[in-house]
């Protein structure tokens, strides 16, 4: 059975940061294609950013570049999103999800297999 777990969320003010945890378990993951994802209220998820776990090959979304950061833990099974410089707009429920496409970067949030239960991560001004 695979899980993702999130951690990390919060309250953080207007230019600070927060690092979001996904730990993976039930599989092997080194082949999968692993994303954060976010949900606005009254918007539709959104994707952030990409890693694909052999390569360690990443993609972000325009209006996270140079902000956020992901990247993976082999040993700990776990990836990670390094938010800084975060804004307002930031503001959503993120989550993890995994996709089983070897060697790719997934942004399409319906191809991902599987997801996280959601972190909420709130910047204030």
């Known amino acids: 059975q695979v899980q993702l777990v999130e951690s990390g969320g919060g309250l953080v003010q207007a230019g600070g940061s927060l690092r979001l945890s996904c730990a993976a378990s039930?599989?092997?993951?080194?082949?999968?294609?692993m994303g954060w994802f976010r949900q606005a209220p009254g918007k539709e998820r959104e994707f952030v950013a990409a890693?694909?776990?052999?390569?360690?090959?990443?993609y972000y979304t325009n209006s996270v570049k140079g902000r956020f950061s992901i990247s993976r833990d082999n040993a700990k099974n776990t990836v990670y999103l390094q938010m800084n410089s975060l804004k307002t707009e930031d503001t959503a429920v993120y989550y993890c999800?995994?996709?089983?496409?070897?060697?790719?970067?997934?942004?399409?949030?319906?191809?991902?297999?599987?997801w996280g239960q959601g972190t909420q991560v709130t910047v204030s001004s």
């Open positions: 890693i694909s776990w052999s390569s360690g090959n990443t």
């Open positions: 999800a995994a996709d089983r496409t070897y060697g790719a970067i997934v942004v399409d949030w319906v191809r991902y297999d599987y």
């Open positions: 039930g599989h092997t993951f080194s082949s999968y294609c």
